[in-house]
């Protein structure tokens, strides 16, 4: 299996490479430059000029994207434009807070979807089951911008449950154990709402996997030999109904990371998604393809962890 | 959508001996909740449809700054917005374009994601290794991320772009999942035994595995419409939606990032919300139902 | 079936529940439009509003007593306490403490409260003597003097020394640098240029007379100098902290992002890049230490800034938007504080293009759609923008009348008509000059009776953006004019300058919008050489008339003022910019901040030291 992975590991970089251009092109097309926003009647557009031939923007495209690839397969992703600091300062920062926001909303995530789905799809077309599924049709429905608005209001803003902004209470130091609660703490209700309207697809998933289940014949088999029903589900069903949420689950998390646009917009919650989208709009290159490559490379990941993870639970399919 | 997912299961019933549409038929009268999605629905899209034809757009979009936020009432049944502009008739016209993007999308998606994903997952091999390796590019491409970039480049920016850009990008998360079904599938005895009577590869799939991927498909293709309204609400939220002018269901509840609007003038997005929930659950019975017809084992009747 | 609906009516129950909760009342929101003119607007502050008020203007006058300019509080003060500041914004704050570096603005509300400027404003934002330093200019010689007073200290208790009056010149002039403002200002220092190109080690022009006087030496000295332009830099560098820095890597050092020594009311104690800064009275302010201990500095997310008013969380609101007054009007736990900003939205008509390689405008009256003058006023009176600034904007934005901002009160001619709702002279204006509709569309042709299609670009935005968008191509129709948008719907900002910028044929008119800064001198926008001149216009004796502006003539401030008001009153005739609307600033500040004011002439921000606080914990709204 090692070998394998190291296989996957290796196509990931032409993956990789390709994507890279891809990106790199789209970004160039963007219309401006980090430089159009400084526009006001104080700057000379002359110096602004010297600027972006300073920055190489006026060279032509292959060129820049040379230099850029050159040095990012050194690690190097260049300055920000606007942060004015290295790209991978910048992006570390950030990319910790949305990786464990991500974790924490996946944990969340099946905590609450799994035994929902299970129950759901084990008592079947009951009140319980309609009310589940209910419960997951309306989650899908609601804008995660209304929920999260709604429960920041409500648990933020009026009980004080929870803090209403940021990552991180600015008076303890990096390192402390204060630090380390106080990034928790400020994680919960973003992922908590995350959580809450991410559950339907492995609810559903979950739930007719298992009604499927019921009727196989292995199952049929298992009952027949007296099998008490709590045991059939819990080892023969409950296991072979995994497969298809294992499978996702790598996918999950990447889908948590990207889906973080929102949650860290309305939150004010300094992680990629947030940076994507004020880069984007201040067309800040470095950033821009640097994210990009980031996610990509996460998505990689989660697939290969997917893949995996699906070859352990099903031994009848083997990761090529 | 529902039109796609029977002609499928029609193919399906054609050679087996009984009954085919009938089964259908049985199965929704036995269940008269789906009966009853089923008609709404119907209803609901075409009266939808009618009624946003006879609707005059221009004069519906016409900017009344002495009728902002106008509650329900007499002039507007359900109120108007920041612009004084019908929220009813921006519901249906809304609701009108959203469907048919929805209904756009998920047909080019699925059908795509089903074929490659079946192809594959049958075959295995080179054609199943080629594949993979070009939905792997896919999956390496942060879609939304990229969406977002696209929307931002293309001058012209209106539902046709949507659809495609959008299309591009989901339809390999369908394949993926067909094919990880229809590859243990067709390690099942009942395929090697057809294998060995010598049943073309082709029949196979659409006769035999397709149907025992038809329950995950249903709920993939319901899930896939309403999330398809729901990127498209996210991305009106971050400011890359359809272009205002056209109005739908994203734009719509979006609005309800002005808390003013979420709070406190709900009739502006609420109708909307409630629209897509129905919707979504409409669809949800009538595919149960459709998933019964085509799985023996589960019929009520 | 029917325990399906009632599961649906409990879900809606349930939701309009939770929206109860979190909403403060339903209720009392009809009457919208006319429910911002506050009762709590105090007129006896707003002495430089005032003043305008006295010149007879007639859109603003009504606005005067819109909201007061500071609040003072009778309350009995806390000793120290923290004053929180929520700064508004969607994005993460770029962190970069340093006036020769920042280019983010939001950057610039924060160092305020810990700010290296050595000179304070009049009304006019001319430089006056009650600061750090004070200056006397030498126009003859082109020279100016600059002194500090004595025994002003930085932070770290280091005393503030010329040298630390030079090192942002070096900073700026250095090869190295890579910020904006090594421009045509700057290089007017003498041998700002030498240095640059690193003939010299020094800047020439620059010479430490004694401990406390700085002399300056320019190639021409224009009335700019005393609103801090022609090159002279306001601000101070901690020269004992980052001389030794090299300039290339000063922007990434902790002497900038980390730990700032600054001069003033309060010093920054700790950071969460681009979430929140913390800071700490500073003990050596030259005025005195602050009453305060401390304040935060936090980013707030726009959609949730009014609930955290409402709920006291903060006591003061940077960057509040104007269109969310509306969310916090009924709040009793604020006061909402308003002042003009140094701000017009204009409609622009392209009258020619830029020659880039000559740097030089090229006006083509006749080969520009809206080559007509009557054409562009009438364009100008056809725009309902009084009622976008009242229903849109809550009134917080007013139908301009000039292209200077009231704020410059000397300079301002509150007497121009300007282009107000009239869509009957708009009419008939189109009517002689020829625009009339042939084919009886409604409609109508151009001079030769061929269709007229005129395109307009405008930058994308919230959905009031959009919203007045159509609103505007409505009032243009109304009087008869065909006008679309140019790529077919709003444009995103960054094309949009890019479009308007290269002189895109798809575009005939635009709107846009310019943020004044505190030097009104409009040559940078207008002037022939300028690239900002987007409507690309120019003339004898608008250049004329721009060259008298900064002309040393212009010393003489009446001279200066009766200049400006020609201009103004050209450009209002000739139309190939109409401004549409000046814009509030509004400040929200709780209850229990005492003295907070945000008069341009008295600004909490340079007098932190006088600010208090009356309760340990922020007001919160009782509805």
């Known amino acids: 299996m090692w070998k394998i992975i190291v296989r996957r590991v290796l196509i990931m970089i032409p993956q990789l490479f390709v994507l890279s251009l891809l990106i790199f092109i789209l970004a160039k097309q963007l219309p401006g430059d980090p430089f159009t926003g400084l526009l006001t009647p104080d700057t000379d557009p002359n110096r602004i000029e010297e600027l972006r031939e300073l920055a190489g923007l006026n060279d032509p495209w292959y060129v820049q994207y040379v230099n850029w690839i050159g040095n990012a397969a050194q690690g190097d992703f260049g300055k920000s434009y606007t942060y004015k600091i290295k790209v991978s300062t910048l992006i ?72 209403t902004v940021g990552s991180v209470d600015v008076k303890y130091d990096p390192g402390t154990a204060g630090y380390f609660w106080s990034k928790l703490y400020h994680m919960l209700l973003p992922a908590i709402t995350t959580a809450i309207l991410g559950t339907t697809s492995v609810i559903q998933y979950l739930r007719s996997e298992i009604i499927d289940a019921k009727s196989l014949d292995y199952v049929r088999t298992a009952r027949s030999k007296g099998i008490p029903v709590n045991k059939v589900y819990s080892r023969h069903i409950f296991r072979n109904s995994l497969l298809p949420i294992a499978a996702f689950l790598g996918f999950t998390i990447t889908g948590l990371l990207v889906g973080s646009i929102f949650i860290e917009t309305i939150f004010g919650y300094p992680g990629m998604g947030q940076l994507f989208i004020s880069s984007l709009l201040s067309r800040d290159y470095s950033v821009i393809t640097a994210l990009v490559m980031l996610f990509g490379l996460l998505a990689l990941l989660g697939s290969l962890l997917s893949d995996i993870i699906m070859s352990i639970v099903d031994p009848r399919i083997r990761i090529e | 959508m529902v039109k796609e997912a029977t002609v499928d299961s029609n193919k399906v019933e054609i050679n087996s001996p009984p009954t085919g549409m009938q089964v259908v038929f049985r199965e929704f009268r036995k269940d008269r909740l789906a009966m009853f999605s089923l008609i709404s629905l119907v209803l609901v899209i075409v009266g939808v449809f009618i009624w946003a034809w006879l609707i005059d757009q221009e004069a519906l979009m016409r900017v009344s700054l002495r009728d902002k936020y106008a509650e329900p009432g007499e002039k507007f049944f359900l109120g108007a917005d920041l612009g004084g502009k019908d929220i009813l008739g921006q519901l249906v016209i809304g609701a009108r374009n959203s469907i048919a993007i929805a209904i756009a999308i998920t047909i080019i998606t699925v059908t795509f994601g089903i074929i490659v994903g079946l192809v594959c997952g049958y075959f295995g091999g ?89 329950s995950i498909l249903i709920v993939e293709l319901t899930l ?69 017809s085509a799985d023996a084992k589960q019929r009520l009747g | 079936m029917n325990k399906k609906l009632w599961g649906l009516l409990a879900l809606l129950l349930a939701f309009m529940l939770v929206l109860a909760a979190c909403s403060s009342d339903g209720e009392e929101t009809t009457g919208t439009d006319d429910g911002t003119k506050t009762e709590e607007a105090t007129p006896e502050e707003g002495t430089e509003e005032g003043t305008e008020g006295e010149a007879e203007e007639p859109v603003a006058e009504d606005s005067d007593a819109l909201f007061p300019l500071a609040i003072e509080n009778d309350g009995e003060a806390i000793s120290g306490g923290t004053l929180k500041v929520a700064l508004s914004k969607d994005e993460p704050f770029q962190g970069i403490f340093s006036y020769v570096l920042y280019e983010d603005a939001y950057d610039d509300e924060i160092m305020k409260y810990a700010s290296n400027s050595l000179f304070e404003t009049d009304g006019d934002f001319l430089l006056t003597d009650e600061g750090i330093a004070s200056i006397e200019v030498d126009q003859d010689n082109n020279k100016v003097l600059v002194k500090i007073r004595e025994g002003v200290k930085w932070s770290d208790g280091e005393p503030l020394k010329i040298e630390d009056l030079i090192q942002p010149y070096l900073i700026i002039g250095h090869k190295d640098y890579t910020g904006v403002r090594y421009d045509v200002d700057f290089q007017n220092i003498i041998g700002a240029v030498e240095y640059h190109d690193g003939k010299a080690d020094t800047i020439s022009g620059l010479k430490k007379i004694d401990e406390t006087t700085l002399e300056m030496s320019f190639n021409k000295l224009s009335p700019a100098i005393f609103s801090g332009g022609d090159g002279l830099w306001t601000y101070a560098e901690p020269s004992h902290m980052i001389k030794d820095i090299p300039i290339a890597e000063l922007v990434e050092s902790d002497a900038v992002r980390k730990n700032p020594v600054t001069l003033g009311a309060f010093k920054i104690d700790k950071i969460v890049p681009g979430e929140s800064v913390q800071l700490v009275a500073n003990e050596h302010f030259w005025k005195g230490k602050p009453k305060l201990d401390g304040v935060l500095v936090k980013v707030v997310p726009t959609s949730s800034i009014s609930v955290a008013l409402k709920q006291g969380e903060y006591d003061v609101a940077i960057s509040f938007n104007a269109s969310k007054m509306e969310e916090i009007k009924d709040a009793d736990n604020m006061d909402v504080l308003g002042r003009q900003e140094l701000y017009y939205s204009y409609l622009g008509f392209k009258l020619g293009k ?13 080969g520009s759609k809206t080559g007509d003058v009557k054409l562009r006023q009438a364009m100008g009176y056809a725009l309902d923008v009084e009622q976008v600034a009242e229903v849109f904007y809550n009134n917080l934005r007013e139908r301009a009348n000039s292209l200077i901002p009231p704020v410059f009160a000397s300079f301002y001619d509150a007497s121009l008509e300007g282009y107000t709702y009239d869509p009957d002279k708009a009419a008939a204006l189109l009517d002689e000059a020829g625009f009339k509709d042939v084919d009886g569309d409604g409609i109508r042709e151009d001079k030769a009776g061929k269709p007229l299609e005129i395109k307009f670009a405008t930058m994308a935005g919230d959905d009031i953006a959009e919203d007045i968008t159509q609103f505007y191509l409505q009032n243009w129709k109304d009087v008869g004019l065909n006008v679309t948008l140019t790529t077919g719907r709003t444009i ?81 005739e000739q139309a190939p910019i109409i401004p549409t609307m000046y814009r509030y600033e509004l400040v929200p500040v709780n209850k229990r901040v005492k003295n907070w004011s945000i008069d341009y002439t008295n600004e909490s921000h340079s007098n932190l030291q006088d600010v208090e606080l009356v309760s340990d914990t922020g007001v919160k709204s009782s509805k």
């Open chain 2, 224 to 292: 896939s419409f309403a999330g398809n309204v729901g990127i498209e609400t996210g991305l009106s939220y971050l400011g890359f939606g359809l272009p205002p002018q056209t109005p739908s269901l994203g734009t719509l509840v979006s609005y309800a990032n002005n808390p003013l609007v979420l709070q406190e003038k709900w009739w502006v997005w609420i109708p909307a919300a409630i629209f897509i929930l129905l919707m979504m659950l409409g669809i949800n019975y009538v595919g149960q139902a459709l998933r019964r």
């Open chain 3, 492 to 572: 995103e900002f960054n094309s949009f300058y890019d479009k308007v910028q290269a002189d895109d044929p798809e575009i005939d008119i635009f709107m846009a919008a310019w943020g004044t800064g505190t030097n009104p001198s409009p040559a940078g926008l207008y002037s022939k050489t300028a690239e900002y001149n987007f409507s690309r216009y120019s003339s004898d004796f608008l250049e004329e008339t721009l060259t008298n502006i900064d002309s040393p003539k212009a010393f003489d401030a009446d001279y200066r003022a009766k200049e400006f008001r020609a201009w103004q009153e050209y450009m209002v």
């Open chain 1, 92 to 163: 570390g920062e950030k990319a910790l807070n949305t990786f464990w926001l991500s974790l924490v909303s996946a944990i969340i995530l099946y905590l609450i979807a799994i035994p929902l789905g299970v129950l759901a799809g084990r008592y079947q077309d009951t009140i319980f089951d309609k009310i589940i599924v209910f419960y997951s049709f309306v989650t899908y429905a609601i804008p995660t911008f209304v929920l999260a608005l709604i429960f920041l209001f409500i648990f933020g803003y009026q009980l004080h449950w929870f803090p």
């Open chain 3, 354 to 366: 830029y020659d880039y390689e000559n740097n030089v405008v090229v006006t083509d009256i006749e």
């Open chain 2, 126 to 214: 080179w054609i199943d290794n080629m594949f993979m390796r070009i939905i792997d590019f896919f999956i390496t491409i942060p879609s939304l991320m990229v969406i977002i970039v696209f929307v931002t480049i293309i001058p012209k920016y209106t539902v046709k772009e949507f659809i495609l850009i959008m299309s591009l990008f989901l339809w390999t998360s369908t394949a993926r999942l067909v094919r990880s079904k229809a590859l243990s599938e067709s390690r099942r005895d009942y395929v090697n035994a057809s294998k060995t009577m010598g049943t073309p590869g082709i029949l196979i799939i659409f006769k035999e595995i397709m149907p025992n991927l038809s």
